[in-house]
């Protein structure tokens, strides 16, 4: 018998079906960012909500249901279509498509306040954090909870009164935590912005009845505990941060680790300590990445598509044209633009923790190949913007590298990004815009379930202002075992 059938929590790869995941669709809080606060809260541009939701959001949780739980789906198009409310997408509308398998943070937020013990603790930690007044900690506790979840997330009530920033970056709900076999990592945010997000998802962690399974399973980083003693400015560069986005599990025993912009060492050092200890797994890679805005977390840089084939930026590999051409510049005197990348990997060995190095991103992502997954047919690598200037920045700029797999070898990614895309048809993957495959989907033509090597295109133009893509907008709870696939 299939022993992890019953499992609700279970991820031990990045490429296996996908059976469960968390979202968030975009809130009225994404609407209201200014112009003046969109770098503070780590968007590039201000967005346009309505586009962002019709034309682009939507379809992605189409195509989700459609290939994780057909049922609430099929056959809808039409009514879909008829109600100009979007009472499909709405957690507060009877239309709402309430799914178990795509799952709706905003729901799982107003669960955890109906629980008469919960609600208080939450109210009062997000006022804290806040710093709301006694007075409107009060009056939050009058709210009924769904709407008081929505006044957590977006920051304000329905008629518009204003209590505290929204948190526009929780549609990338990869960062906030990572699931690792059947433990759950929680992130610690680098950024200010992302505070109450964590926040929100520790009670609802904590205390879901459906999260039931990861009692004594959830991994959260702490501070040093002479972190308090430090004078301030010592404190400041001495800060355990962590965000999903840095997190891969990319197979049973293995998991990447980013050390970014937003990922510091001393929380991998940690996490490194905590899984080695209780035998979560046996292997943590470590890859430092160039501590810049352009590649926030290690999935802006690389993901997987399927056991064999990776994406990723060029520049930051080596068997590229370009590195290579760079050293020769570099030798002639020039200044050189190739910035390095650092990997080292810790492993257990007969209780003994010992690390070895890797000279680059491509070698690295070959022996997760070979060796974690036993891939037998060659490794190959599919380049952001196929590897030409300036395609290759540009593309990675709006998220070529940051791609969801739904099913081994089938993908959802940007339509923007069009050379990644002419890269992937090179290697013999089909394209689709979303919309024709959800028309073939609702026509019966074509099968979800039947699809490989398949890249699936979503509009951008909004989604990617908020400089993430479908790898961040989703926290896979549940895949298929890697070796039960
Ligand atoms: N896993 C990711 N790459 N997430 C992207 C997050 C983007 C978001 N605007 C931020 O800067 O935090």
New binding site residues.
């Given amino acids: 018998m299939n022993t992890t059938e019953k499992k609700r929590i279970y991820v031990d790869s990045e490429i296996t079906k996908l059976e469960r995941l968390i979202i968030h669709s975009p809130d009225s809080g994404l609407g209201k960012v200014v112009p003046s606060k969109a770098q503070d809260w780590?968007?590039e541009d201000i967005i346009h909500l309505d586009t962002m939701r019709k034309k682009e959001y939507d379809y992605y949780v189409k195509l989700l249901l459609y290939f994780l739980d057909p049922e609430k789906i099929q056959n809808k198009a039409a009514a879909i279509k008829a109600d100009t409310k979007r009472g499909f997408f709405k957690p507060s509308s009877p239309d709402y498509f309430n799914s178990d398998k795509v799952i709706e943070f905003e729901t799982l937020l107003a669960d955890v306040l109906k629980m008469p013990e919960v609600k208080p603790q939450l109210v009062a930690a997000v006022s804290a954090i806040e710093e709301c007044s006694y007075v409107e900690m009060k009056k939050f506790m009058d709210y009924e909870t769904t709407e008081l979840s929505k006044i957590l997330i977006t920051g304000m009530t329905n008629e518009g009164e204003m209590f505290f920033p929204p948190i526009p970056?929780l549609i990338?709900t990869?960062?906030i935590g990572i699931v690792i076999n059947d433990h759950i990592l929680l992130n610690k945010p680098a950024?200010a912005a992302?505070s109450r997000e964590s926040l929100l998802a520790k009670y609802i962690f904590f205390n879901h009845p459906f999260f039931e399974d990861l009692r004594g399973k959830i991994i959260e980083i702490e501070e040093d505990e002479d972190h308090f003693l430090l004078p301030e400015d010592e404190q400041s560069t001495r800060v355990d941060t962590l965000e999903?986005?840095d997190v891969m599990m990319v197979g049973p025993d293995h998991l990447l680790i980013g050390l970014s912009e937003r990922t510091s060492v001393e929380a991998a050092r940690q996490v490194i300590n905590k899984l080695f200890e209780k035998d979560i797994v046996k292997k943590v890679s470590l890859v430092k990445i160039p501590a810049k805005r352009d590649y926030?977390?290690i999935?802006?840089i690389f993901t997987q598509i399927k056991r064999n084939v990776w994406v990723l930026l060029g520049s930051l590999g080596r068997t590229n044209e370009f590195a290579n051409k760079e050293l020769v510049w570099d030798e002639l005197g020039q200044r050189i633009t190739h910035e390095e990348i650092l990997i080292k990997q810790f492993y257990k060995e007969e209780g003994v923790v010992k690390h070895r190095s890797f000279e680059n991103l491509e070698s690295l992502l070959k022996h997760v190949s070979e060796v974690d997954l036993k891939c037998k047919e060659p490794v190959e690598f599919i380049y952001s913007g196929n590897n030409a200037f300036p395609y290759g920045a540009r593309e990675q700029w709006t998220d070529s590298c940051?791609l969801l797999v739904i099913q081994e070898g089938v993908a959802v990614g940007y339509d923007r990004n069009d050379k990644t895309m002419e890269a992937f048809q090179e290697k013999g993957f089909e394209i689709y815009r979303v919309e024709d495959i959800l028309e073939l989907f609702e026509s019966g033509r074509k099968v979800p379930s039947e699809m490989k090597n398949t890249v699936i295109m979503l509009p951008s133009a909004e989604l990617s202002r908020?400089?993430?893509g479908s790898?961040?907008m989703s926290m896979p709870i549940l895949r298929k075992p890697f070796f039960e696939n």
Avoid: I, V, Y
């Fill in positions: 780590l968007f970056n990338f990869r960062d950024k992302r999903g986005g926030m977390h999935d802006t940051n908020a400089r993430g790898h961040c």
